[in-house]
């Protein structure tokens, strides 16, 4: 079973940053991909970003996320990460690290991400 630990969540105020990260218990290359979903008030879960093993990035076609969030990984540190910038308060909400091994699908336990003055 692949555990999925995340971080780097917390309270920031508006316009301000937070980089996230996630570090699987196997090695990110065992995975397909790794994403970034995020839960907002009131909201379903939805994709935020996802890169793959050679490092291609895709994101949500979303007006409200285009251009401030970028995901990344370092392969030698085993971990994935989710930079964001320019935070709205309706990004307040618990971001999911997920990662795909074939059909396979395994969600972190998701860190809380408020942004608040």
């Known amino acids: 079973q692949v555990q999925l630990v995340e971080s780097g969540g917390g309270l920031v105020q508006p316009g301000g940053s937070l980089k996230l990260s996630c570090k699987p218990s196997?090695?990110?290359?065992?995975?397909?991909?790794l994403s970034w979903y995020r839960q907002t008030l009131g909201e379903e879960r939805e994709f935020v970003a996802t890169?793959?093993?050679?490092?291609?990035?895709?994101?949500a076609k979303s007006d409200s996320m285009m251009g401030r969030f970028i995901v990344s990984r370092d392969d030698r540190k085993n971990t994935l990460y989710l930079q964001m910038n320019d935070l709205k308060p309706e990004d307040t909400g618990v971001y999911y690290c997920?990662?795909?091994?074939?059909?396979?699908?395994?969600w972190g336990q998701g860190t809380q991400v408020t942004v608040s003055s």
């Open positions: 997920n990662a795909k091994i074939l059909s396979n699908n395994y």
């Open positions: 890169i793959a093993l050679g490092g291609i990035a895709q994101y």
């Open positions: 196997a090695s990110v290359f065992n995975f397909n991909s």
